[in-house]
């Protein structure tokens, strides 16, 4: 069973940055895409961005592109998602995603997820 833990979320003023972290466990890490996603009160969850197995490709949502950063040390076993120049709009809870069967990762075809980690952007 995969387990996900999320750490490194928390509170900070628009501009600023955070650095998201999630440890993977219990199986072949790089056979698994691996993806943030973000679901803000009142809103579906979102794709925020993804990275392949072995790190070559992402992929980032519009409102994030050039802000954060995707990327995975697959000996540690762990993604990341560094968020700069962040806003209250990003305000949500972000999820760790696991998906071993599609490189696009959706809601449906995400196979474990994390417990999620509050990120709150003040103005």
């Known amino acids: 069973q995969v387990q996900l833990v999320e750490s490194g979320g928390g509170l900070v003023q628009a501009g600023g940055s955070l650095r998201l972290s999630c440890a993977f466990s219990g199986r072949t890490f790089t056979r698994y895409t691996m993806g943030w996603f973000r679901q803000a009160p009142g809103k579906e969850r979102e794709l925020v961005a993804r990275i392949s197995e072995l790190g070559t490709r992402t992929y980032y949502a519009d409102a994030v592109k050039g802000r954060f950063t995707v990327s995975r040390d697959n000996a540690k076993t762990t993604v990341y998602l560094q968020m700069n120049s962040l806003k209250p709009e990003d305000t949500a809870v972000y999820f760790c995603?696991?998906?071993?069967?599609?490189?696009?990762?959706?809601?449906?075809?995400?196979?474990?997820w994390g417990q999620g980690t509050q990120v709150t952007v003040s103005s």
């Open positions: 995603a696991a998906d071993s069967t599609t490189a696009t990762m959706t809601v449906s075809s995400v196979d474990y």
